[in-house]
């Protein structure tokens, strides 16, 4: 009886395959972080050598990334899992599954509650023949200051401006029709400040429609 108990603990040993330290990673980003990234570290618990095999996100939004697919008995890796967070906001929870080959399998979950940068009022602009401006106003509804820095049109007859009211908090987005417009349709592109310590940062988005 010992000796099938042993041999019983010997090959729940030799399969235990790979151990995480966690299965879960909660994000805590700034409003205006075009993205984050998720590290979910682990070794390799049993005796034998151990395959990464499909990695299958539930999002388009997430890359995973390895740097390298095989471990050996002892050894430490982590999967970087990148979430593009576009404009999101709110409560976010994006699930990766990993199997083995070992046959386990493994649901790595990124998740966080995240903020707006703007609200964006209203969204979708109709600019009718009568008319030639319109107006979008833009307010930060955190308490740290995030800069607009520009506002770009996709169609050459309806342009953009940007407008400061309050460094930081509000500012207006000018649609103008020109007089050479018709059925134009542009999406307005508006470029943010890039948090602290970040190369790139979120790109707001409104859309002008003129029949």
């Not at 009886?1 to 019983?8: D, Q, V």
């Not at 994000?27 to 299958?56: C, M, W, Y």
């Not at 046959?103 to 209203?122: C, F, I, R, T």
């Amino acid at each position: 009886m010992k000796t099938l108990i042993a041999l019983c603990f010997l090959a729940c040993a030799a399969r235990a395959g790979l151990k995480w330290e966690t299965t879960e990673v909660r994000l805590e980003v700034h409003p205006a972080q075009a993205s984050a990234s998720a590290v979910f570290r682990f070794s390799n618990a049993g005796k034998e050598a151990v395959t990464i095999g499909d990695v299958k996100v539930g999002c388009g939004c997430l890359a995973p990334q390895l740097a390298k697919r095989t471990y050996g008995p002892g050894e430490e890796g982590e999967l970087t899992i990148r979430f593009d967070l576009g404009n999101r906001s709110g409560p976010q929870s994006k699930t990766t599954t990993v199997r083995t080959s070992d046959g386990q399998s493994v649901d790595l979950v990124v998740s966080g509650n995240l903020p707006k940068a703007y609200d964006v009022l209203p969204a979708m602009m109709r600019i009718g023949g009568t008319e030639k401006t319109k107006t979008a106003r833009l307010v930060n509804p955190n308490p740290i200051p995030i800069r607009l820095l520009s506002a770009t049109s996709s169609h050459k007859e309806l342009s953009a401006e940007l407008k400061t009211i309050r460094e930081g908090f509000e500012y207006e987005v000018l649609i103008t029709r020109k007089p050479a417009a018709s059925n134009a349709r542009a999406v307005i592109r508006i470029e943010l400040e890039p948090p602290p310590g970040k190369s790139d940062a979120k790109i707001l988005k409104l859309y002008a429609h003129a029949p």
